[in-house]
């Protein structure tokens, strides 16, 4: 006989939504509750290796017990659009792992979970239930079993019954008499779950209760079942689970098949999970794509060596990799790089590496070696037309992150030590008025006890309601700062708590001893634009925009006796968007070297213009520094304009504009529709873009990297919305990633044949950061601007600014 799984997928994805509350990709796709989700199956795959698995979800709409009680459920919040958006890609993820799904309509998945087990359990099969959901109890006996997602523990007809005191079948009695208030199951006003048990462990049923209710020596718990017998049956009718439904479903139909792998990492890549791609080789070993490949390198003498190896003894292959004639293939080659570089070794001539590949092809391919794999990497970009994009782009790129994270950067470390000693005394501060105002001592990091210190103690008004209590949020924080001096002062502490210890203690640890300087990974595999992200610390998140934050950037210097240079694309994305609309609005402004969205201000607010800013804006109520009402005004329609300019890029809706200016959403409609009235360009670009998403399944960048958009065609009309937002901005913000690349490839060559000292050293994704030797600053102001603003042509032309400084933050335009 066999052990068949059974998954309630709908409560699954419920307690993973909640569970995980943020986590999203790089570009914002919401993933919790589908991380939750899947890791949730690979444990369960891992720990009791099923061969035969069943996943069950809700349908939306009524089911039969609605017909019976229109109330059923009806206290249930709808699925949160969060959730219901992340459905679908659970469902493809799961069919993907060979895991079959079913779903019937009038029913819901604990009554298909119901029949499929009291089928198949009576033949003499082992089922064991994973679900959180109470109701499922009853169908514990003596080859049912449950188990809790939350720690794999075992629930059995014995726990039951010592728990309760009652056979499993009871739990839909005690349901009858208690109620359900989660599923709106109206029970017996007035009895709980103990009075319940109290009852059937004397009578056994509530059929038998009834019919000895005499005996109940509770006038007042017999005056309340009479009064609500009908509610009873009722609830215990709405409670107990269809074992009788409509499925002819065989056990070989839940055996679970051969997962498709490639289509499954594409899912993993885009949704950047990279845990479960080795969770996957954990449980399925030597199977697919084997990791130990990855920790090889070959090479075109058709050689292959371990890492492991190589670095046990370096210096045996020191020839070997050193030897331009030679080319490398291999996994994440840049990492390797960086190790050698530290044993006194240069890898030169890296030709193929299979990660980035992956990467911009999004395919898979399990093979015996290093080399078979590359030649199917190769047919790939070819076919897809990215063979610049991998050879004279990405490849490049490697040599130059690998110069880049070895140059490191410059930390004043006494300076980042004061500064820290610095936000501790402010932090006391803070922390002893804060105790003043709230009249006692307390955990200011505990949500529990500053709740009560708001809301119970000094009694201000509760906003927002969580399952732990009552939120203590920013926005929160921000409404109550209005009406109490307190909530400002919280603001305050976490503002400069969070600076300390992420920003100012954070970096000390990674201050290399040696050099005295960080040396970060940049990583070009990781975000689904195209952008390079930085980790190890990440160096591109350091805050600008208080006045504390900004003073972290003072610890970043250049080495002794040189100079910081900073080279910023000017509005890239915008004139990106110029190029791709060909809006000639946009296009002539960009030729002008017009401030654009002060153009963009004049064309939409302009005199003559039906359309006024004073929807979200009275001039006449501020005035300037000199009283002057105009300047104001003007200042604003320009922040109008520079909100909507980069709102459209991101494909911002309506609804994102109205929340985004505090206006309602037909205001923020008409906002976007006259945009488009004044800038016909930019509709055509968006609605043809969108167009091609949907009919090829991806965008593409201008060097043709590409993103699949899968959302787009989804029936879901969240997924939809949050595809087009995808296409609209992709090839965009790709474009820009692609640009910058080019120029620092270009860059990097330069320098080496010139023989400049030197050094690249950040990249802040439209930013470059330069350590400069004083007497190349010339030469390099005049190489690296025209390197940047000539890299790749567009219909527009591209604007570098240039800063030089002592730190980071005290830095000149020139």
Not at 116 to 123: G, V
Not at 366 to 388: A, G, M, R, T
Not at 619 to 627: I, N
Not at 661 to 669: P, V
Request: charged content about 30%; overall charge neutral; aromatic content about 10%.
């Amino acid at each position: 006989m066999a052990e068949i799984y059974l998954v309630d997928g709908s409560a699954v994805a419920y307690r993973s939504f909640y569970a995980i509350p943020k986590l999203s990709t790089s570009i914002g796709e919401l993933t919790n509750a589908t991380y939750g989700f899947i890791n949730t199956i690979f444990k369960l795959l891992k720990e009791r290796k099923p061969t035969y698995l069943l996943v069950t979800f809700d349908l939306k709409g009524p089911t039969f017990r609605h017909k019976v009680f229109k109330e059923y459920k009806e206290h249930r919040k709808p699925m949160p659009d969060e959730l219901s958006a992340q459905i679908p890609t659970i469902k493809e993820i799961l069919k993907l792992l060979g895991i079959k799904v079913l779903e019937l309509e009038n029913y819901e998945a604990d009554d298909i979970i119901a029949t499929i087990s009291d089928k198949l359990s009576k033949q003499g099969h082992t089922i064991y239930i994973l679900t959180s959901d109470k109701d499922a109890y009853q169908l514990l006996s003596e080859n049912i079993f449950l188990i809790n997602p939350k720690d794999g523990k075992i629930i059995d007809m014995e726990w039951f019954k010592e728990n309760f005191g009652l056979l499993p079948e009871k739990m839909v009695d005690i349901i009858a008499l208690a109620g359900d208030q989660v599923d709106n199951i109206p029970g017996v006003f007035g009895i709980g779950e103990k009075t319940a048990l109290e009852l059937l462990q004397k009578f056994g049923s509530l059929e038998n209760l009834y019919e000895n209710i005499e005996k109940i020596s509770s006038y007042k718990i017999q005056k309340k079942l009479l009064d609500e017998k009908e509610k009873a049956f009722l609830s215990k009718n709405l409670a107990k689970l269809e074992k009788n439904l409509p499925l002819n479903l065989t056990i070989k139909e839940m055996e679970i098949k051969e997962p498709k792998v490639q289509e499954l990492f594409q899912f993993f890549e885009r949704l950047e999970f990279k845990k479960l791609i080795t969770q996957f080789h954990t449980i399925f070993p030597g199977r697919y794509e084997i990791l130990s490949i990855e920790e090889n390198i070959g090479f075109s003498t058709k050689e292959v060596y371990s890492f492991k190896e190589i670095k046990e003894n370096p210096e045996k292959f020191k020839k070997l990799l050193e030897n331009p004639e030679v080319e490398k293939y291999g996994f994440n080659l840049k990492e390797k790089a960086v190790f050698l570089f530290w044993q006194g070794i240069t890898m030169r001539n890296i030709s193929f590496d299979i990660a980035i590949a992956k990467y911009l092809t999004g395919y898979v391919f399990k093979k015996d070696n290093i080399f078979e794999i590359v030649e199917e990497y190769k047919k790939v970009l070819k076919k897809n037309e990215q063979e610049y994009l991998f050879y004279d782009v990405e490849i490049p790129l490697i040599e130059v992150l690998v110069w880049m994270e070895t140059n490191g950067i410059s930390i004043d470390t006494p300076y980042l030590k004061q500064l820290s000693e610095k936000f501790k005394n402010q932090l006391d501060v803070f922390q002893n008025q804060i105790y003043g105002l709230a009249g006692e001592v307390f955990n200011i990091n505990s949500t529990q006890q500053l709740s009560h210190i708001l809301f119970e103690k000094i009694g201000l008004p509760m906003k927002k309601k969580t399952k732990k209590g009552y939120s203590t949020d920013t926005t929160v924080l921000e409404e109550l700062s209005k009406i109490h001096p307190l909530p400002k002062l919280l603001l305050d502490y976490r503002e400069l708590f969070k600076l300390k210890s992420a920003y100012v203690d954070g970096l000390i640890p990674y201050i290399n001893e040696k050099t005295g300087k960080i040396h970060p990974s940049f990583n070009q595999i990781v975000t689904a634009t195209g952008r390079l992200s930085c980790s190890n610390p990440n160096l591109q998140n350091i805050p600008i925009r208080t006045e504390k934050g900004s003073l972290i950037r003072k610890a970043f210097c250049p080495s002794e006796g040189n100079v910081f240079y900073s080279f910023d694309y000017s509005q890239i994305e915008l004139r990106i968007l110029a190029h791709f609309s060909e809006d000639t609005n946009l296009i002539n402004a960009f030729l002008e070297d017009k401030d654009i969205h002060q153009e963009t201000a004049e064309i939409l607010f302009g005199s003559n213009s039906l359309f006024s800013p004073s929807l979200v804006f009275n001039p006449s109520s501020l005035t300037g520094e000199d009283g002057n009402e105009s300047e104001i005004s003007s200042q604003h329609t320009r922040r109008l304009a520079k909100i909507i300019n980069f709102g459209i890029i991101y494909g911002m809706s309506p609804f994102g504009l109205s929340k985004e200016l505090n206006i309602s959403i037909e205001e923020a409609k008409k906002f976007i529709d006259d945009y488009f009235g004044k800038f016909p360009g930019v509709k055509k670009y968006i609605e043809t873009i969108t167009k091609t998403a949907q009919e090829n399944g991806y965008v593409s960048t201008i060097l043709g990297r590409r993103r699949y958009i899968p959302e787009i065609n989804s029936k879901d009309k969240n997924q939809q919305e949050f595809g087009k937002r995808i296409a609209i901005n992709m090839p965009i913000q790709g474009s820009s990633s692609d640009l910058i690349k080019v120029a620092m490839n270009q860059i990097y060559k330069n320098f080496k044949r010139e023989g400049l000292k030197s050094k690249l050293v950040l990249q802040i994704h439209d930013e470059l950061l330069f350590d400069v030797i004083p007497e190349e600053g010339e030469k390099i102001c005049y190489m690296v601007k025209e390197i940047m603003e000539k890299a790749l042509k567009f219909k527009v032309p591209l604007k570098v600014e240039i800063k030089k400084g002592k730190n980071y933050l005290e830095m000149e335009k020139i």
